[in-house]
């Protein structure tokens, strides 16, 4: 699985927009750009994708650069609920391999 | 809307004891996961299941056992606890991908364990 590479911490003023950055220069043309949450004491939550456009849906956007080495996740205007751990994967649409690769992700903090 | 339902949430076990971990959806997912999360690391594959009857081992599969007798119920059984498995564990469900789309996984509360 190709690898992605996140900042470890980021801070945020509560209704700020906030960006979210992951690398993957070394992502293969068929991989999707997964982002996925985990709020605290909770499991994972998704949040978005894509693979090759920006995408938009109520919870988020997602920035994918034109070369796809790096994607940004956006929250438009951050809330005390979102303070929670971001995770970047990349995946590979495969029948039956559903296998999620978790790294340590982005701890998120929002600050009222 | 109940989609991921772990049970139980909590449980401390002695070391040598066996017990089993539910895991229950109901969105009629094909494919089932157990995941455990260390602290400061992100979560790890035991064991998958693409459906009733199929299972298959993930990246620490050793000392857990899985069966998949229905599609809604995929439960984890630890053989002879060790203190090496106080862990969270988290149970996944999703629909099957195909060769141009990947199905975002739902996932449970998790269930924290510890063993003494």
């Known amino acids: 699985d190709a690898k992605t590479t996140q900042p470890n911490s980021m801070e945020s003023n509560e209704e700020e927009p906030v960006h979210l950055p992951c690398n993957h220069s070394?992502?293969?043309?068929?991989?999707?750009i997964h982002w996925y949450r985990q709020l605290p004491s909770q499991g994972p939550e998704y949040v978005i994708h894509?693979?090759?456009s920006n995408v938009n849906n109520r919870m988020a956007s997602l920035a994918i650069a034109e070369d796809r080495k790096s994607s940004t996740l956006i929250l438009h205007r951050a809330t005390l609920r979102d303070a929670a751990v971001y995770y970047c994967?990349?995946?590979?649409?495969?029948?039956?391999?559903?296998?999620?690769?978790f790294g340590t992700g982005t701890r998120l903090t929002i600050i009222p | 809307n109940a989609g991921v339902t772990q049970t139980p949430k909590f449980q401390v076990l002695k070391t040598g004891q066996s017990m089993t971990l539910q895991c229950a959806q109901d969105?009629?997912?094909?494919?089932m996961s157990w995941y455990r999360q260390d602290p400061g690391m992100g979560l790890r594959l035991i064991h998958y299941?693409?459906?009733?009857?199929?299972?298959d081992q993930g990246e620490v599969p050793n000392g857990y056992n899985v069966s998949r007798s229905t599609t809604e119920d995929f439960p984890l059984r630890l053989l002879s606890a060790a203190p090496s498995q106080t862990s969270v564990y988290f149970c996944?469900?999703?629909?099957?991908?195909?060769?141009?789309?990947?199905?975002?996984?739902?996932f449970g509360d998790g269930t924290r364990l510890s063993i003494l």
């Open positions: 996944a469900s999703s629909q099957i991908g195909t060769s141009k789309f990947v199905r975002p996984q739902h």
């Open positions: 070394t992502i293969s043309g068929t991989d999707y």
């Open positions: 894509g693979l090759t």
């Open positions: 994967i990349l995946r590979i649409p495969n029948f039956g391999n559903e296998k999620l690769t």
């Open positions: 969105m009629n997912h094909e494919y």
């Open positions: 299941s693409v459906g009733a009857g199929i299972t």
